[in-house]
């Protein structure tokens, strides 16, 4: 950025701001860098009004992004400059050090006005968030309904659809009329979180049904909603785990789901916003315990070198120590090798190839898991399957590398030991190797699932470290068997 840009090409930055980016929104998130060198131009020459302008017509996460790449002593005073709805919306994008950053750096008026604005959902993942010091703070800025409301969605479990639910939705009475439906609709309409659907209740508020809005604009004046509500109801219970509520979002494609208590009260509506934060969540944690790592709940950036350290030594000690199993094989097998030293050269590719097969099942069969796909039942299945493309795995690896060993190892690189037996104990191994591989790959993560643990952390590490043992217990067999050594 030019220390002494004029006036004049400050104006063309921005004219060229707003015909590539604000004329085509689909453009922004790839002009972020434009607009953030224009916006720290304005803020070096304080044109504050012209900053408000450029900023305004952004959605809340492209001007989330923005700040991210701000220092933290300019967020402040962009953040005062945004519309106090806009303002509400980019602090939900801020990440957790941000937003505390900022209400520390609020007056009571201005943290009040914030807190208005949030839909209950986001205060309470601000409240669970924030140091114990903040949360006072929040809390009692808070009007008494509110915090009644985020006290009770914090009783529940930390991963159950209680917990990610908001209590701001639209209920109606069966006998009502579908204009009072309509004005009640109107009345409570800016306080909730979404209209798309209203939910029906009966005096113990049971939820008996619910109205689309289109439904509800398209019918008579006069009609009562207990006669034109859906019946046909879908909900969750508020102890239900996070990702099954996500998942039944994305499978029945809701834009929300009910969530009652086990009296079947409706207590509060899991929204489509949320779910995608629940599935992101689950599957960052499901790729870190598949890489054997400890899950952290910070961005990569935003996680400091000795937390990283903590969640990853762990399970390097723990595979370190289980893959000594390996060299304890290979000192049992030591007098065969010696007789036969060519068979060491040939350790790394079954090792490699037998860790990649049953990565390859693991990571499908979690995936199914994870959809609802596949369930314990399922079990042989599975297996019969995985048995067969094993097969026809290992006989095409087989017999591809048999071609491999005979025309480079024998004849291009003049290697007599490569005799056609050896390569037919390497070929057998892989085959054998494949299929174990496949088979362990498959049924490790649906026990795990069977018996409490997350499949995910039986993925790439384990089932590696696993095979690993597998395929030298069977070389050094078939070898003895067909060596004789």
Same mark, same amino acid.
């Given at each position: 950025?030019?220390?002494?840009?004029?006036?004049?090409?400050?104006?063309?930055?921005?004219?060229?701001?707003? @015909?590539?980016?604000?004329?085509d929104?689909?453009?922004?998130?790839?002009r /972020?860098?434009?607009?953030?060198?224009?916006?720290?131009?304005?803020?070096?020459?304080?044109?504050?009004?012209?900053?408000?302008d450029?900023?305004?017509?952004?959605?809340?996460?492209?001007?989330?992004?923005?700040?991210?790449?701000?220092?933290?002593d300019?967020?402040?005073?962009?953040?005062?400059?945004?519309?106090? @709805?806009?303002?509400? @919306?980019?602090?939900?994008?801020? @990440?957790s050090?941000?937003?505390?950053?900022?209400?520390?750096?609020? =007056?009571?008026?201005?943290?009040?006005?914030?807190?208005?604005?949030? %839909? /209950?959902?986001?205060?309470?993942?601000?409240?669970?968030?924030?140091?114990?010091?903040?949360?006072?703070?929040?809390?009692?800025?808070?009007?008494?309904?509110?915090?009644?409301s985020?006290?009770?969605?914090?009783?529940?479990?930390?991963?159950?659809?209680?917990? #990610?639910?908001?209590?701001?939705?639209?209920?109606?009475?069966?006998?009502?009329?579908?204009?009072?439906?309509?004005?009640?609709?109107?009345?409570?309409?800016?306080?909730?979180?979404?209209?798309n659907?209203?939910y029906?209740?009966?005096?113990?508020?049971?939820?008996?049904?619910?109205?689309?809005?289109?439904?509800?604009?398209?019918?008579?004046?006069?009609?009562?909603?207990?006669?034109?509500?859906?019946? =046909?109801l879908i909900?969750?219970?508020?102890?239900?785990d996070?990702?099954?509520?996500?998942?039944?979002?994305?499978? %029945?494609d809701?834009?929300?789901?009910?969530?009652?208590?086990?009296?079947?009260?409706?207590?509060?509506?899991?929204?489509v916003?949320?779910?995608?934060?629940?599935?992101?969540?689950?599957?960052?944690?499901?790729?870190?315990?598949?890489?054997?790592?400890?899950?952290?709940?910070?961005? %990569?950036?935003?996680?400091?070198?000795?937390?990283?350290?903590?969640?990853?030594?762990?399970?390097?000690?723990?595979?370190?120590?289980?893959?000594?199993?390996?060299?304890?094989?290979?000192?049992?097998?030591?007098?065969?090798?010696?007789? $036969?030293?060519?068979?060491? =050269?040939?350790?790394?590719?079954?090792?490699?190839?037998?860790?990649?097969?049953?990565?390859?099942?693991?990571?499908?069969?979690?995936?199914?898991?994870?959809?609802?796909?596949?369930?314990?039942?399922?079990?042989?299945?599975?297996?019969?399957?995985?048995?067969?493309?094993?097969?026809?795995?290992?006989?095409?690896?087989?017999?591809?590398?048999?071609?491999?060993m005979?025309?480079?190892?024998?004849?291009?690189?003049?290697?007599?030991?490569?005799?056609?037996?050896?390569?037919?104990?390497?070929?057998?191994?892989?085959?054998?190797?494949?299929? $174990?591989?496949?088979?362990?790959?498959?049924?490790?993560?649906?026990?795990?699932?069977?018996?409490?643990?997350?499949?995910?952390?039986?993925?790439?590490?384990?089932?590696?470290?696993?095979?690993?043992?597998?395929?030298l217990? #069977? %070389?050094?067999? #078939?070898?003895?068997?067909?060596?004789?050594?």
């Amino acid at each position: 950025m030019a220390e002494n840009m004029t006036d004049q090409e400050l104006e063309e930055m921005i004219e060229d701001v707003y @015909e590539d980016v604000y004329e085509d929104m689909e453009n922004v998130e790839e002009r /972020l860098d434009d607009i953030l060198e224009t916006v720290e131009e304005l803020l070096s020459r304080k044109q504050y009004a012209d900053l408000r302008d450029l900023l305004s017509p952004l959605e809340a996460p492209d001007i989330g992004i923005l700040f991210g790449d701000l220092n933290n002593d300019q967020i402040p005073l962009l953040f005062r400059l945004l519309p106090k @709805e806009l303002a509400a @919306e980019v602090f939900v994008e801020l @990440e957790s050090d941000q937003q505390q950053m900022l209400i520390q750096g609020f =007056s009571n008026a201005e943290l009040k006005e914030v807190l208005d604005e949030l %839909y /209950l959902d986001d205060a309470v993942d601000l409240v669970e968030e924030m140091p114990a010091n903040v949360v006072t703070r929040i809390l009692k800025h808070t009007d008494p309904d509110t915090r009644k409301s985020i006290n009770e969605i914090l009783k529940y479990p930390e991963d159950s659809a209680g917990s #990610i639910m908001t209590t701001e939705f639209v209920d109606l009475k069966e006998n009502m009329t579908v204009e009072d439906a309509l004005k009640r609709i109107r009345r409570t309409a800016p306080d909730k979180e979404t209209i798309n659907v209203c939910y029906v209740i009966d005096e113990r508020r049971h939820l008996i049904g619910y109205l689309s809005i289109r439904r509800l604009l398209l019918a008579e004046e006069d009609d009562i909603i207990g006669e034109i509500m859906e019946k =046909s109801l879908i909900a969750v219970q508020t102890l239900d785990d996070q990702e099954t509520t996500a998942q039944a979002l994305s499978k %029945y494609d809701f834009l929300a789901l009910p969530v009652v208590d086990t009296e079947n009260r409706l207590v509060g509506i899991v929204t489509v916003d949320d779910a995608m934060d629940v599935i992101e969540e689950e599957t960052t944690e499901d790729f870190e315990k598949m890489a054997a790592m400890l899950p952290s709940d910070k961005p %990569y950036l935003k996680t400091g070198v000795f937390e990283t350290w903590k969640a990853r030594t762990p399970w390097l000690l723990m595979l370190m120590l289980s893959a000594t199993f390996t060299g304890i094989i290979l000192t049992h097998f030591e007098s065969a090798l010696m007789s $036969c030293a060519i068979l060491t =050269s040939f350790i790394p590719m079954l090792s490699g190839t037998g860790g990649n097969s049953g990565t390859q099942a693991s990571t499908a069969v979690i995936r199914a898991l994870s959809l609802d796909e596949v369930r314990f039942s399922d079990l042989f299945h599975v297996l019969w399957k995985e048995l067969r493309v094993s097969l026809c795995c290992g006989v095409c690896l087989a017999g591809a590398n048999f071609i491999k060993m005979m025309l480079v190892d024998r004849m291009l690189l003049n290697n007599p030991d490569v005799t056609v037996w050896v390569a037919l104990v390497v070929c057998a191994t892989l085959v054998c190797t494949v299929l $174990c591989a496949k088979l362990v790959g498959c049924a490790m993560p649906i026990l795990a699932e069977k018996i409490g643990f997350d499949p995910a952390v039986m993925a790439s590490p384990f089932i590696t470290t696993i095979v690993d043992a597998l395929s030298l217990l #069977i %070389y050094f067999e #078939i070898a003895s068997s067909i060596l004789g050594i």
